[in-house]
């Protein structure tokens, strides 16, 4: 052992008080069964004990895994979630054209995934979360998915481009980390399928740039259907600065 001051093991040193005052805090005085003479030991070495205590008594019930029963446990319930949201996807209730039909069988996917009593292991899954989406759509799912899945910018973008039947997968970003949200790629991915989203959730350097604001235009024509675009318009012209609103609707009028 590498020493910066004489020995500890030195007979002038019977206990902690004995050492240098700078070398005390490493030490913690002991008592030995069967002795009356004080002694101390390393501080880590009390430590390993009481670990290897605890370890002990964890190890006196054998076979009782404890955390691994738990994931073996969770295992067969992702399995069997995942079965389940499967048949609900080839179901034809879900395929239905009637909205009742289709909203009974969303249920079922809901009370599978999140009146388990995984719910939380469910959510930080990426096979669920998967299904899940396809089934509820980006605006139930996005939010309630783990801290860990909304950090991931890979698998966030994967979901933003899943095929869902709500069409508007990209309509919650704003459930992300702000980080997240306002990630360029993220954006776009979301412009996709919910442009005025997408668009709210750019810095406000990037809502008041033309090329964006024009290629946020572009998503609006292709995604919302003829009634619903001067909405989607408004919306947008009210998150851009107010000057430069004012100067396109202008132009727009000496344009008639």
Known sequence: MKESFPN???????????????????????KTEGSTEPGFVEKSAVENDKKATIAARFMRVPGEYILHNEAEKFDGERDKTLKELDKIIESPDFKSNDFKTYMEVTLDAENAVEFSPFKKELCDSEEVMRKYIKIKGGGT???????????????????????????????????????MRSDPDIIMAAMKTAPVEAFSCAPDAKRNDLDFISTTLDAIERVYKPDMRLAAMNSLLGMIDPALAKDILEKRDLAK
């Open 8 to 30: 500890p093991s030195n007979e002038q040193y019977k206990e902690v008080a004995d050492l240098p005052e700078e070398q005390r805090e490493k030490y913690v005085d002991i």
């Open 141 to 179: 799912v996005m939010h309630k998915m783990s801290d860990r899945l909304k950090n991931d910018k890979s698998f966030i973008i994967e979901l933003l481009n899943t095929d869902v039947r709500s069409g508007e997968v990209g309509a919650e970003i704003g459930w992300l980390p702000d980080n």
